[in-house]
């Protein structure tokens, strides 16, 4: 992977500036667009706000049962979580909390401020591009996203990127070798991110592998 290197100040101000954005962005969102679908698989809009403001709302005690409960799975954790606090939380309730913290310090365990601006930024995404909203996430975010970005937390995803040459068209990033896939780079950090795109974003001869089937 190539990309650039933000400093660690610099990444704490992106990620306040992220979270702010997108505080603006729901706000303009119709009410029928909190249960509209996102890329996280059975989650809409509310859940997404819900996962995102979750670290905001729940103490580390808190947070630790709630693993436990999940028997140690993050990923059920969150799920049940998300689905949870969204039935429970009005959308004004769940935009509150995401305003009040734009600058909160919280990070994902062994993630540091790096992580953070991650999970902001990719959720962020699988809600406009969810949505079909013609958000740009400011290039400087992206490629210290992607500079971050490590075969673990692809890994993680369980995106197989074999034979796969990521080729970024407004960025001077990529990512492998192989059958060309082509796209702006938050797409393609969607793609490094396990989540299938809406038909059209990607181009290439692998594109068709990492896009949503047309009416899905």
Do not use: Y
Not at 80 to 92: I, K, S, T, V
Not at 137 to 147: D, K, T
Not at 193 to 205: D, Q, V
Request: charge should be positive; hydrophobic fraction near 45%; charged fraction near 25%.
């Amino acid at each position: 992977m190539t990309g650039n290197v933000m400093t660690e100040d610099r990444i704490r101000a992106a990620v306040a500036e992220e979270r702010g954005e997108q505080a603006d962005l729901l706000a303009a969102l119709a009410p029928e667009q909190w249960d509209a679908p996102t890329l996280c698989d059975g989650w809409r809009v509310r859940e997404v706000v819900a996962h995102t403001t979750m670290p905001f709302r729940t103490s580390l005690g808190r947070t630790l049962v709630e693993l436990v409960r999940a028997r140690g799975d993050f990923n059920r954790m969150a799920d049940r979580c998300a689905r949870r606090d969204a039935a429970g939380l009005p959308p004004e309730r769940l935009l509150a909390s995401l305003r009040a913290n734009v600058a909160h310090p919280w990070a994902p365990p062994g993630g540091g401020v790096h992580g953070a601006l991650s999970h902001d930024v990719v959720h962020g995404l699988d809600i406009t591009v969810g949505l079909g909203l013609d958000r740009r996430v400011p290039l400087e975010r992206i490629a210290a996203v992607l500079a971050g970005m490590r075969p673990k937390n692809v890994a993680f995803f369980g995106t197989d990127l074999t034979g796969v040459a990521l080729q970024a068209t407004d960025l001077g990033w990529s990512h492998g070798t192989g059958t060309p896939l082509r796209g702006l780079a938050q797409d393609l950090l969607l793609v490094l991110c396990g989540r299938r795109l809406p038909p059209g974003r990607l181009e290439g001869a692998a594109a068709a592998r990492f896009s949503r089937r047309p009416g899905r």
